[in-house]
Each structure stands twice: as C-alpha cells, then as structure tokens.
C-alpha cells in the first residue's frame, strides 16, 4: 500500500473542488433573499411568486443534501479503511470469478447509494409535491413505483458494469474508448425504448384519439414541412395535477407526449402552442444533441477515469491489486458521479439553447404569442418552482429558461 502521487491527488482534489463547489454555488445562490421580480408580477400573484420560490428553494436544498449524502457514501467506501474492508467482503462474495465479483460489488454499492438516498427520493418525489398539493398518489404506491424504478436500475447498471470490467480487462488502457461507445449505445437504446417499454411500466401510454387535436397536429406538421409525428397521451392525472408535454424516443419510437392533465387545462390555441414547441424539439433532434454532447462528456469522463483507475493501484486504503480490480468499481462511480456535477453546466447552456429555439419555431408556426404566453402562465401555476431564479442558477443548472424569460422572449421583448 502506498500514499497516492500528486497528480493523482491534484485530479480528485480539482473534481471534489469543481463538484462540491457547484453544488453549494447553487445551494447558496438559491437561498439568497430577494425582493420579487418586478416584471412577474405582472402576470403572477405576489402569493404564487412567492409560494414558487419557496418550493425551488426546499426542492434545491434537499436535492443537494442527497447529492451530498450519495457523494459522501461513495467518498466513504472508497477512501476509509472501513468503506474498503467492506468493498473488499463484497468482492469476495464473487468466489474468485470476475464477473461475480462485478456484480457482487455493482449490486451492493448501487442498493447502498439507493437506500442512502431514499429518505431524499421520498421527499422530492413524493412528500414535497404532497405538501404542494402535485401529487395524489399515496406514499406507499409512490414507494413501490420507486422501488421498481430502483430495480430496473440495477439490474440494467450492473449489465453495463459486467461489458465495462470485461473491457477493462481487455486493455487497462484503451478500455474507455470502447466504454465511451457501449455507454453511448447504451444511453440511445434506452432513450429509444424510453417511451416503448420503460415508460408504459408506470404510466397509461395510448395514442391521442381526439379529432380536434389530431387535426392541430396535422396542420401544424403542414406548416412546418415534416411528417406527421406520433403524438401519444400520458396518463397521469389520477396521480399528479403537474401539466408536461415531451418529445421522447429516436428514430421508429419517437414521438410527441402530451400528459391527459395538459389536455385537460389547456384551451385549444394553448395546447397548440406546446404542440408547436414540441415538434420544434423534433424537427431539430433535440433529443440527439443532448445524447451527442452526453457521448462526450462521457468519454473525455472516461479517459480521465482509465488514467485515474491505473494510477490508484497499490494506493491505500482499497489497495486496487490491478485496473481492473472489481472493488476499484466504486471509484469509477464517485469519478463519474463528479465528473457528471461538473458537466451539468454545459449540459443545461445545450437544453436552453434547444428551448429558446423551439419558442421561437412555436410562435413563427403559430403566430399567437398570446396563446404561447398563456400556456407559460398554467404551466408556472401548475408547476411550482421559481418563475424568475437568480441568473447565476439559471445559467449554471437550469435546463429551460426561466419562465419570465420565456414570456418576455414571446412578447417580443
Ligand atoms: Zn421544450
């Protein structure tokens, strides 16, 4: 066992640094106090102005303690002595076969994260929007629905942990370039089957029978010069009063969701206006920019994770006897959860910017900004959160632009 090198210290330093420091930038940029947006409450009550912040402000404090409390587990298992011991038990759960090593060691530390993260899932999840009056579900049907997400999970990530330890055992080098493409197949088979198989575990999903909307969606798509796109219905109004629209799925499975509640509360000329904007996000593959940027990230993520796991060998407390040491699995996860943090910027500036365009594309298609504004206006009542956040959060985390933006942009201002 051995102290690690400085270069080595220097790149987990600069990660914890920028991830950490990320974190409570938002945190803190968040909870700041200000005096309300004078321009929303132009179109807002100071009551729901203020009702929104608060719930932006509980929902981003509880999300960074779970992202705190997930990172702090991992930081623990990966350099406490005890954290390594009980890596090390795991691994040897695997009786000296490699891939049962893997999924000995994928499965405890994914199920550990899980548990740690739970009591925060279930305030986000469910207590919080409870509190808001967003949700009707009952806790222990909100658990189950948790559960089962949870499950799938491990099971589809430690499939995808066995593919990258057996690359890493195949060249403890280069094994992040194949990794980068497995990963980047993986995210687009899973963004493909997304509406297909993932979704309809949880959710009503069936195709939008109504002849007003259909007849929309048709002269929208003439307009705009594309095919008619599959525009399905998500049910979930016996669960959640939230309104959402989505462009989900690639290629055969693409298509436009709309939630029955959107349906429900929208005029006409509203629903329209989401219709426009979604089909924006298709005609511009929206959704294939931010799996191409993802790829990226990921691989520049990966090429500094295969440097990293080879220079941690013999370093102590876990003691990597080789790269591809089934324990060193849990570094990988801390790694890229950082490395993930860190990129969540340039992720959000790509989403934005999609966002900005598909308003744009809304209002050229439709010509009633008037329709677009009111749409903003249920969609901010409908869904609480900050109509006007500080400009450093936006910029740093936020993956549309803030609704007060939006309405100005709309407006012509
Ligand atoms: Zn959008």
Known sequence: MREPALPLKCLWTLLFALGLGLILLLLFATLEPRPLDGEALNYFPAAMLEQGRRFAREARLAATL?????????????????????????????RGRWPRQVAWVAVGVGAMAAVVELPFAYYLGHAHERAYGLTRQSAWAWLGDHLLGAAVGLVFSALLWLALYALIRRSPRRWWAGASLVMAGYSLLLAALYPVLLLPLFHQVRPVDDPQVLAMIHSLAERAGVRVEKVAELRVGDESSRLNAMVAGLGPTKQVLLYDTLLRELSPAEVEAVLAHELSHAVHADLFRGWALQAALNAAAMWLAAWMLRAMRGVSPLGLPAAHAPRGLALLMLFLSLCDIAGTPAQAALSRRAEVRADKYALELTQNPRALVQSFQKLARANPGDVAPPPLVEVLSHSHPSIIRRIRAAEGR
């Open 66 to 94: 779970k992202a705190l409390a997930s990172l702090g587990a991992l930081a623990v298992l990966c350099f406490h002595p005890a954290g390594a011991r009980l890596l090390t038990w795991l691994e040897a759960r695997g």
